[in-house]
Nanobody
């Protein structure tokens, strides 16, 4: 069982930055792929970024490449999503998710989910 807790969301202006955190409560992310997903009102959940258990492999959706960066601590108990040059279209609830082993961009592959943190970007 992996309990995930997201934090770091907020209301910012276009062009600003935020860093989201995903903490493993009571354990670590060892051997897990961690993914960030987001869901805007009236839209389906979409993949944002993922990082494998060693931190050596990362992947991003095209619209955030060059602006967002995913990373994890060496202790493997926290994953960050650093978001730069935020745009109004980045507004959504952001969720982190964990799955044992190698996982892809489909949220259905991930077993553990946090409750989400709201990111709102004003124009």
């Amino acid at each position: 069982q992996v309990d995930l807790v997201e934090s770091g969301g907020g209301l910012v202006q276009a062009g600003d930055s935020l860093r989201l955190s995903c903490a493993a409560s009571g354990g670590t992310f060892r051997m897990h792929t961690i993914g960030w997903f987001r869901q805007a009102p009236g839209k389906e959940r979409e993949f944002v970024a993922r990082i494998n258990w060693s931190g050596g492999i990362t992947d991003y959706r095209d619209s955030v490449k060059g602006r967002f960066a995913i990373s994890r601590t060496s202790a493997m108990n926290t994953v960050y999503l650093t978001m730069n040059s935020l745009k109004p279209e980045d507004t959504a609830v952001y969720y982190c998710a964990a799955g044992w082993g190698s996982k892809g961009v489909d949220g259905r592959e991930y077993v553990y989910w946090g409750r989400g943190t709201q990111v709102t970007v004003s124009s």
